[in-house]
């Protein structure tokens, strides 16, 4: 049966509540014992200069060290932190990386070594999923035997939430990203690519730890959601039934979120949380009603055959800087900078090519982006007309028949 556990961080100690969520699994050496090298995958996505924004959108680097630290105290491995970034940033992940906070840790723990894991490259592998046949994985990922998976809690404009399973796809390099969301193309096309990445490296995931600290909702997973102080640290050796547990604690039900709905049904995880044990805190004292993505809201109709019908599409609010993120990370292209009457950069979509996947929404560092449902726009916009039409058709009727 699969376990998950639930630690509440008192006092701000979570290096303490990241070690008592591990010793209820069991202790460390039961995930990690003789394993000369082991990778550490946060979520970096970005990292912004706003302090506030940057907590809420990458795992913390106190998770990361309490990783090292328990790591170290049992034997010394060569420890690697490392993640491929959301595409586009200036810098990439190397910048994303430096304002992370997380170099700290290379300068502190002698075994230590945090970097890009695009730096070595990528292997060409074949995935042979469902959906996804192959992917150019990190070469880091590949030659490492263990990986201690580290996600952030947090709402995602596309796949509803990203957690443990999701996290995976920063193992995933450079323009390979864009072409697999091109590939899923929708909501249930881009999470069973996910659920294929998960399978593929599944075995070297030996334990995955949550910093659900400050999470996030709304438009997440980016600089645009909300930060939500849940003050826990969650920590399963099953990704699935952690995140099905994090999603839980968030107010909806696992199976409503497909990453966790095809894991389940092709067997590589657990969902049901009535047969998940729950170890230290319990889900009735922590669970609180989490604000989803409107973009998400579609995945929850029951007739996913008229979801077109609610599509939402990203829209330019204000407050762009030009830093060519979401031009570089749109996996159709379709987004240019021009330069408005006031003199300003403004990013314009050509709506006819955008696939809805929100890259431009999530890798946003100043949150520039909302929503713009046109295709229910445009069938009240008919509707409405042809309730003019029936009204002037009966208002002649009646006149005629007279």
């Known amino acids: 049966m699969s376990k998950v556990a639930i630690v509440k961080i008192e006092n701000k100690q979570i290096e303490l509540a990241v070690r008592k969520a591990i010793d209820l699994l069991g202790g460390i050496t039961k ?12 979520n970096l996505l970005s990292a912004p200069e706003n302090k506030e924004a940057l907590e809420k959108i990458r795992t913390d680097p106190r998770v990361l060290e309490a990783l090292i630290k328990l790591l170290m105290e049992k034997r010394s491995p060569k420890i690697m932190v490392g993640d491929c970034s959301g595409v586009g940033e200036k810098g990439g992940t190397k910048e994303a990386i ?32 469902k959906k996804l046949k192959s992917a150019t994985v990190a070469k880091d990922v590949m030659e490492t035997k263990a990986i201690i998976n580290v996600p952030k809690m947090k709402t995602h404009s596309l796949t509803i939430f990203t957690g443990a399973v999701k996290n995976l796809f920063g193992t995933i390099t450079g323009g390979d990203k864009t072409r697999i969301h091109s590939l899923g193309g929708t909501l249930n096309g881009f999470s069973q ?11 070297k995931i030996k334990l995955n730890v949550m910093d659900a600290n400050v999470a996030l909702e709304g438009s997440g997973p980016g600089a645009a ?77 029951p007739f996913q055959r008229f979801s077109k019908i609610l599509q939402r599409y990203p ?37 006819k090519g955008c696939i809805a996947c929100y890259t431009c929404i999530e890798i946003c560092p100043e949150a520039c982006y909302g929503y713009e449902s046109r295709t229910l726009r445009r069938v009240i916009l008919v509707f409405s007309a042809l309730l003019v039409v029936v009204a002037a058709l009966i208002t002649f009727l009646v006149l005629f028949l007279r």
Not at 109 to 121: H, I, T
Not at 274 to 282: D, F, V
Not at 286 to 300: E, L
Not at 341 to 347: A, D, H, N, S, Y
């Open 315 to 351: 829209k330019y609010k204000s407050g762009c800087i030009n830093c060519q993120s979401c031009v570089k990370g749109c996996p159709e292209q379709v987004i240019t900078i021009i330069t408005n009457k006031k003199g300003e950069p403004q990013p314009r979509i050509n709506l």
């Open 225 to 301: 959601g909300k930060a939500v102080k849940m003050g826990l640290i969650l920590a399963s050796e099953d990704a699935v039934a952690l995140d099905a547990v994090a999603v839980t604690l968030m107010g909806i039900a696992p199976e409503k979120v497909p990453t966790l709905r095809f894991a389940h049904e092709q067997g590589l995880g657990e969902i049901d949380i009535e047969k998940i044990t729950i170890l230290g805190e319990q889900i009735i004292d922590h669970k609180r009603k989490f604000k989803f993505p409107k973009s998400a809201r579609i995945a929850f109709l």
């Open 98 to 129: 430096r304002k992370s906070g997380y170099l700290v840790l290379e300068e502190k723990y002698q075994n230590v070594e945090v970097r890009s894991l695009e730096a070595r490259g990528p292997v060409h592998v074949d995935i042979n999923g």
């Open 31 to 42: 995930f990690i014992s003789n394993e000369e090298r082991v990778l550490l995958k946060p």
């Open 193 to 203: 690519c996910l659920v294929d990445l998960y399978s593929f490296e599944r075995e």
